[in-house]
T-cell receptor
Framework: NAGVTQTPKFRILKIGQSMTLQCAQD?????MYWYRQDPGMGLKLIYY???????DKGEVPNGYNVSRSTTEDFPLRLELAAPSQTSVYFC?????????????FGPGTRLLVL | QKEVEQNSGPLSVPEGAIASLNCTYS??????FFWYRQYSGKSPELIMF????GDKEDGRFTAQLNKASQYVSLLIRDSQPSDSATYLC??????????FGKGTMLLVSP
């Protein structure tokens, strides 16, 4: 199993450009998450999904959009990139919401908006 | 607003010592608690979780939970330089999401 994969690893965007960060998991997990992590900060939840066709906002959703058409994939769309979106983006997945359920993280995408 | 607080550190300990990492949380309804380790430039990886009051041991790691005080800690015995990383405390409040603290940087010197 590859686990959670993310592409690209690194990207430079110009202000106003758009892009999609890809995330895929092969663990048949229903729950998927997008986080951003700024230097010296913890993880902030952007969006999450509890299954195909179901998404919900997290703590910092502004400037982002998501879709979940399959169990495996959960892309994150940035529209009109801004310097404030410079960050490291992590995708994660888990199998459920039980007390023991663990989130497994992808390797991250480092995004620089200039 | 659910909050998870951690001392940002760095916490410096000599090799072989016990490192003690602490975390407090604001939501009394929180049910389970996770410790993740994050090496510089890498993604978080789970060390252990706990959901019952008391201690839970896994190798050199011990998680301690006190729900009355809204406090969870992670002890690392016989600390090694390879333990140098940022340790993130995360709290599951019964919904589908985790709330993360900002993390504590641990430095273990040889």
């Amino acid at each position: 199993n590859a686990g959670v994969t993310q592409t690209p690893k690194f990207r430079i965007l110009k202000i106003g450009q758009s892009m999609t960060l890809q995330c895929a998991q092969d663990m048949n997990h229903n729950y998927m998450y997008w986080y951003r992590q700024d230097p010296g900060m913890g993880l902030k939840l952007i969006y999450y999904s509890v299954g195909a066709g179901i998404t919900d906002k997290g703590e910092v959703p502004n400037g982002y959009n998501v879709s979940r058409s399959t169990t495996e994939d959960f892309p994150l769309r940035l529209e009109l990139a801004a310097p404030s979106q410079t960050s490291v983006y992590f995708c994660a997945s888990s199998s459920g919401t039980g007390l023991r359920e663990t989130q497994y993280f992808g390797p991250g995408t480092r995004l620089l908006v200039l | 607003q659910k909050e998870v607080e951690q001392n940002s550190g760095p916490l410096s300990v000599p090799e072989g010592a016990i490192a003690s990492l602490n975390c407090t949380y604001s939501d009394r309804g929180s049910q389970s608690f996770f410790w993740y380790r994050q090496y510089s430039g890498k993604s978080p990886e789970l060390i252990m979780f706990i959901y019952s009051n008391g201690d839970k041991e896994d190798g050199r790691f011990t998680a301690q939970l006190n729900k009355a005080s809204q406090y969870v800690s992670l002890l690392i015995r016989d600390s090694q330089p390879s333990d140098s990383a940022t340790y993130l405390c995360a709290v599951n409040s019964g919904y589908s999401t985790l709330t993360f603290g900002k993390g504590t940087m641990l430095l273990v010197s040889p």
